[in-house]
Structures are given as structure tokens and as C-alpha cells.
């Protein structure tokens, strides 16, 4: 089977659909592959996800270089579809789609006072130190972040998975255990982590449950200024995590260092959030004791996982393949993606063999003619990437450009990089 005719859409530039790309390129030679984003710059939950000090893990983005720049899948970025062009003529134009759209709405705790200001979901926080463009509703864009208030002394964690793991970490890290990443300074900045004292983790299961992954853990432990606090465990309940507490309990002890506070609060769940002054009452309720407890924070921040929204209504479609998140639901790593890529390409090959549709398709260019210069290809993403790679300060490896006008002028005014050397 060559795929020789065949036309594939992938919607999402993410690892999920970089990984289908690769794996259709094995299966189907010939097959004319292209993927769309949204924004002009690829790479989705590697590039605006993964936390910013994580570069080794972001530097899987090589491989799907060399995929669109060797194995001829084309990238169209800056297209977003429902927008750009309808679903229907997605299509229309395509022998298959498939819908690499992940998951991006943070889940809402669902618990009365959920929604005020100082409550934040923790993919908004991630994707704001990863310099992501934010877009309103409409989808019309934003060319600054928007201003963010100071986290505060005190701050509550809900959810005790990775996700919640990387926002205590870029919180409690100083300055030189941040260089190398390429964090927003600004937002980091404004949200005045420097300033945090103490931060509880409320999370459902028992400390033998908890879905973070020790390592992640590990990492936090090794921080400079980092105390354990431990609630909620049984005396008998052992294994790794309670381990390393202990560890990290009895280092801390002669540290001359004042420590920031990370209390771990186990088999315990939200009830309500109520503002008192400038401060939040956040109470919840210990399942072992049934007792509830009131904590005074300045900041909750939301690691519950993630939903759908609107924008990514084409994963629902009948005749789409979803893949990653967007089929799955949020869970699992990077390397599951590339699993579950796999078996999705399994699929779209046994029903081309099967017949269940046919190979007539016109394909990417009928979509280029129509939106012509809107689209940014991969040529022009590098171009970006260069800029932003030249903009970068002495302990950064890059300064991400914060809007997308700047953006789409970079990638089509071919400026002069070397002229942009640590300004953007």
C-alpha cells in the first residue's frame, strides 16, 4: 500500500499530530500529508505545554523538523479551521482528516465560588510562562498577554498530578535555576512568584494514588529552597513519595535558607471558595476525618485537567479520526501520544484498504489557493524561530515572540536577523 493519491488533513501541529504525520509517511509514501495550525508556529502542547525549564523534553521538536523539511508533510500554520475555512470544506477537500486538536479549556472545579479572578486553571498559568498569544473567545487576537496579579504569600494547588507538579516548580525555582529555559520573564514578573511563602497541594487520593510521577517530585525535592510539609497520610501507608518527604524533611532541618512551604494535603476534597477582604477562604474536607478545614490563600490555582472547547468541534465529527487528547481525554504523556498516533494510523490504513473511502480528493493546494499569503509554511516558522532564538538574553535559550502581528511580520518581512539581537 503506497497511499499514491491520497490527500490527509491533520488538524493540530501538536506531538499528536506530528506523530500521525510520521507514521502515515511510513505507511503511506505517497500520500500528500499536510498539517494546520492555528497559530503561525507549530509544535502546540510541546511548545506552550510542556513546562519551559523542561527543554530536553521540548527538544523532541528536532524529529518533526527533519519530517517537514525531509519527508515532505507540509505545515500550514496561521489557518484556523471554523475560521480561516469551514469544516465542511476541510472536508471537501480531503480523502481523510484527522483531528490532532488536544484538549485546552482547564476543567472548572465545580464547587460554588469556582469562578472568581483569583482562581486560575493551571494550563492558562503554563501556557502564560510559556509566552502563549492568548485569543478571546471570538478567536480575534490578543498582541499582549494580559496583566496578571501577584500570586501572593499564599497560594492553594488543586490536583496532585504532573501538571500540578510543574506549576510548583516554576513557582518555587529562583533565578539560576531557571536559566537555560525559555520562561517569560515578564509574566513571571508580574505574577510575583519571588514573593510566595507557602503553598498547599490538595489533592483527592491517598499519597500512594497521587498521580504525579516521582521523579517529577524528586525534582522539586532537590530545590534550594524548597520544605516539605506532608498531610492526610496514614502512618503505615509507605512507599516512594512518603519516602522522599521524609528525606527532604530531615535535609531541611539546619538549612540556612528561609524555605518556601509546599504542604501536601492528602484524601482531602474542595467544598467552596469565598472571598474574605482581599483573601480567599478556601474550605475543604478531610475524607479519612470528615473534618473541614479553612485555608486563607491569596491565589488557587486549578490542576484538575482539561476539556474541550468550542474551537475544536471537528474532533467530534463523524467522518474525522480523532487522535491525542482530542481521543483519548487528558491523560498520559508525550510518548503516549505517539502510541495512540499509531493505532489511528493502523486505522486510517485498514479502512483504505477496506474501501471505506476513496482517493479524489484535490488536496492542499485548492486550500493554498484560497488563502494564498495568509498561510505561514514551515520556511517562514523557521524564520521565526531564528528571530526568537537571536532575541534571546544571556540566560535564556530563546524569547518567544509574545504576539502574533509580530509573528506574521517576521515570518514574511525576512528582517535582517542579526539586527534583532536581544530585542523583540
Not at 107 to 112: A, E, G, N, T, Y
Not at 130 to 143: A, G, I, K, R, V
Not at 282 to 305: L, P, R, V, Y
Request: glycine content about 6%; proline content about 4%.
Amino acid at each position: 500500500m503506497n497511499g499514491k493519491f491520497l490527500t490527509v488533513a491533520i488538524v493540530g501541529s501538536g506531538p499528536a499530530g506530528c506523530y500521525t504525520a510520521q507514521f502515515l509517511r511510513k505507511e503511506l509514501p505517497n500520500a500528500e500529508i499536510t498539517i494546520f495550525e492555528k497559530l503561525p508556529v507549530p509544535y502546540g502542547l510541546i511548545r506552550y505545554g510542556i513546562a519551559p525549564d523542561h527543554q530536553g523534553t521540548k527538544n523532541i521538536t528536532a524529529q518533526f523538523d527533519r519530517m517537514f523539511t525531509r519527508d515532505g508533510v507540509n505545515f500550514a500554520g496561521n489557518v484556523n479551521i471554523g475560521v480561516s475555512i469551514t469544516e465542511q470544506e476541510l472536508l471537501d477537500t480531503f480523502d481523510v482528516v484527522v483531528a490532532a486538536t488536544g484538549l485546552y479549556k482547564d476543567r472548572l472545579l465545580k464547587i460554588p465560588g469556582d469562578t472568581q479572578k483569583q482562581v486560575i486553571g493551571a494550563g492558562k498559568f503554563l501556557r502564560t510562562l510559556n509566552t502563549y498569544p492568548e485569543w478571546d473567545l471570538e478567536h480575534t487576537q490578543q498582541n499582549t498577554l494580559s496583566p496578571h496579579q501577584p500570586l501572593g504569600e499564599h497560594i492553594a494547588i488543586v490536583g496532585n498530578g504532573n501538571v500540578a507538579m510543574d506549576v510548583i516548580r516554576l513557582i518555587t525555582k529562583n533565578d539560576s535555576e531557571l536559566e537555560s529555559s525559555d520562561i517569560n520573564d515578564n509574566a513571571l514578573k508580574a505574577y510575583s512568584t519571588h514573593q510566595v511563602k507557602q503553598i498547599d497541594v490538595i489533592g483527592r487520593s491517598s499519597i500512594s494514588a497521587a498521580k504525579f510521577d516521582i521523579s517529577m517530585l524528586r525534582e522539586i525535592s532537590k530545590l534550594s529552597n524548597v520544605q516539605f510539609l506532608v498531610q492526610g497520610v496514614d502512618a503505615d501507608e509507605k512507599c516512594p513519595a512518603y519516602d522522599l518527604f521524609e528525606e527532604n524533611t530531615k535535609s531541611r532541618v539546619h538549612s540556612s535558607l528561609t524555605p518556601i512551604l509546599v504542604n501536601f494535603i492528602f484524601n482531602a476534597s474542595p467544598l467552596s471558595i469565598s472571598r474574605v477582604n482581599e483573601k480567599l477562604n478556601f474550605s475543604i474536607q478531610h475524607n479519612q476525618t470528615e473534618n473541614i478545614e479553612d485555608i486563607q490563600c491569596d491565589t488557587i490555582i486549578t490542576a484538575i485537567g482539561f476539556e474541550r472547547e468550542n474551537s475544536s468541534e471537528i474532533a467530534t465529527y463523524s467522518k474525522v479520526y480523532p487522535v491525542g487528547w482530542a481521543n483519548r481525554g487528558p491523560i498520559g504523556t508525550v510518548a503516549e501520544n505517539r502510541r495512540d498516533a499509531k493505532t489511528v494510523v493502523m486505522s486510517i490504513c485498514s479502512d483504505l484498504s477496506a474501501g471505506k473511502f476513496s482517493t479524489e480528493k484535490p488536496g492542499f493546494y485548492k486550500i493554498k489557493n484560497k488563502l494564498g499569503s495568509d498561510i505561514v509554511d514551515f520556511e517562514q516558522w523557521k524564520k521565526i524561530e531564528r528571530y526568537e532564538l537571536l532575541s534571546a538574553t544571556a540566560n535564556r535559550c530563546r524569547k518567544k515572540i509574545m504576539s502574533i502581528s509580530k509573528m506574521l511580520d517576521v515570518a514574511r518581512n525576512q528582517p535582517n536577523l542579526n539586527l534583532f539581537k536581544h530585542s523583540a
